[in-house]
């Protein structure tokens, strides 16, 4: 695969990925690099992806050739739940070449690829196969998405340790400040341990201060 691909996943579930997605290629392609962005596998929508249209509405921008042709989307699944669960619910297996096809055309297109996951990293794709594993199997940079939430510095931490366990390298930290209302004392503290673990363990990230988006 190409190496303009980034691979968007999160601590958790609802940590705020789509918005970092669709932030960072706004950010991006104003910088002047073409970029554009594509979901794994979406879950609980029906032929179109909830999660390319808020994208597309954080761009500023309506829906682009490449989601009318559906190389953004390539595999949607009806059932709000994990990949591996709604293809056996739909009964349809996730066809990954499908979706290898796609992002290679993406890339061929763009200069930057903004790849986003379901869930956290652990979450399975198939019964044999996690979401951190075909990360690390197509070299795919990591953006990652995290908080200053009770709990994140937790989820961070096991997170960072299964990238480094798989060679994956962590390109940007994405810190969504989002919901401005949070315990104030946890999540500026969080902030600045956040900062410190970066510095000492991935000097080469950049991390980004995502404020609430109203998109």
Request: hydrophobic share 40%.
């Amino acid at each position: 695969m190409k190496s303009n691909v980034y691979f968007v996943s999160g601590i958790d579930t609802g940590i705020g990925k789509s918005y970092a997605a669709g932030y960072l290629a706004k950010m991006w392609n104003g910088k002047g690099v073409r970029t554009i962005t594509q979901k794994l596998v979406q879950t609980g929508n029906a032929g179109i992806s909830e999660d390319i249209v808020l994208h597309r509405k954080i761009m500023d921008c309506g829906f682009l050739p490449e989601d009318i042709e559906g190389l953004t989307m390539p595999e949607i699944y009806t059932y709000p739940c994990s990949p591996h669960l709604a293809a056996e619910i739909d009964r349809r297996p996730i066809d990954f070449e499908k979706i290898d096809s796609a992002t290679e055309a993406l890339s061929e297109r763009y200069d930057a690829v903004l790849l986003e996951g379901a869930g956290g990293l652990m979450v399975p794709l198939t019964r044999n196969l996690l979401t951190i594993d075909f990360i690390a199997g197509h070299g795919y940079p990591l953006v990652f998405v995290t908080s200053g939430r009770l709990g994140s510095i937790n989820h961070l931490l096991l997170s960072l340790e299964a990238m480094e366990k798989r060679n994956i390298s962590l390109h940007t930290l994405v810190y969504n400040r989002y919901p401005a209302d949070d315990d104030r004392l946890i999540s500026e503290d969080t902030e600045k341990y956040v900062k410190e673990i970066l510095a000492a363990r991935f000097p080469a990230a950049e991390l980004v201060l995502m404020d609430p988006l109203v998109p």
